[in-house]
C-alpha cells in the first residue's frame, strides 16, 4: 500500500515538475483539493505517512500527511528518506527506453554485451531483464543474504555484492519466464563506462521525467 501511494506522488511530481521550467499554458491547480486527495487516498490505503512535494509555474507545494512511522508523532518532511523499493524498476526501466531511443542500446541486445559473468548471459536480452523474465536466481532468495540481514539489517549492499550472490548460482529456468533479478543487472549496464559517461545517473532520472519519453 505505501508503495501504491508512493508511486501515485512520485508520477505527480514527475508529470508538474519536469514540465515547470517549459509549459507555460497548464491548468492552476487547487493546492487544497490536492491536499484532500492526497489525506482521503493515504487514509482509504492506510498509509500511515506521506509526502507531496510538486513544483508548477504556479509555486511550490508541499504537504505532509500521517507520521513517519506507525504509533510515531514526527510528520514527513520533503527531506524525509522513504523506501522507494520496486519504483527504482520503473526509474531504470525509463532510462534504458531513453537510451533506446537515443540508439545507444537495443532491446534484443544480450546482456554479455554490457556486462561479463552473467550466467546464460548470451541468451538473456534487455527486454527479457525489462520483463523480469531471465531467469536468473533471485539474490533475495539467497540463504547467506537472509544470514546477513539477520546479523546486520543496517548493511548497504553494493550491486556487485548483490550480483555476486545471484550469479554464483546457475539460472532457475531458460529465458522467457518470471523472475525478480532484474533490475541491478539493468542499472548496472546502463551505468557502464561503455554506454555512460560518469555521474549521468541524475541527469537521466530529470530527462525521464521531462517528458522527452514517448
Not at 506521506?50 to 512511522?69: A, D, I, K, N, S
Not at 538473456?124 to 539489517?153: C, Q, V, W
Not at 548496472?188 to 530529470?206: H, I, Q, T
Amino acid at each position: 500500500m505505501t508503495t501504491r501511494i508512493l508511486a501515485l506522488v512520485v508520477a505527480v511530481a514527475c508529470s508538474f515538475g519536469g514540465t515547470a521550467a517549459s509549459a507555460t499554458n497548464l491548468k492552476p491547480f487547487d493546492p487544497v483539493a490536492l491536499r484532500d486527495t492526497v489525506e482521503a487516498t493515504a487514509k482509504e490505503l492506510m498509509v500511515p505517512g506521506t509526502m507531496v512535494l510538486l513544483r508548477t509555474p504556479q509555486g511550490e507545494f508541499v504537504f505532509g500527511y500521517g507520521t513517519t512511522e506507525l504509533g510515531g508523532t514526527t510528520l514527513p518532511r520533503a527531506d524525509t528518506h522513504f523506501r522507494i523499493a520496486s519504483n527504482t524498476k520503473t526509474m531504470t526501466a525509463a532510462v534504458i527506453v531513453l537510451l533506446v531511443q537515443e540508439g545507444k542500446l537495443r532491446f534484443d541486445d544480450p546482456v554479455s554485451k554490457y556486462l561479463s559473468g552473467v550466467p546464460n548471459g548470451g541468451n538473456i536480452t534487455i527486454s527479457e531483464l525489462l520483463k523480469m523474465r531471465s531467469g536468473l536466481f533471485n539474490y533475495t532468495s539467497a540463504p547467506e543474504l537472509a544470514e546477513s540481514l539477520d546479523h546486520d539489517p543496517a548493511r548497504v549492499w553494493t550491486t556487485d555484492e548483490l550480483l555476486a550472490i545471484a550469479f554464483k548460482h546457475p539460472p532457475v529456468f531458460a529465458p522467457g519466464r518470471n523472475s525478480t533479478i532484474a533490475t541491478p543487472i539493468m542499472r548496472y549496464s546502463v551505468s557502464s563506462p561503455k554506454r555512460l559517461k560518469a555521474g549521468r545517473w541524475p541527469e537521466f532520472f530529470r530527462i525521464a521525467c521531462s517528458g522527452r519519453l514517448a
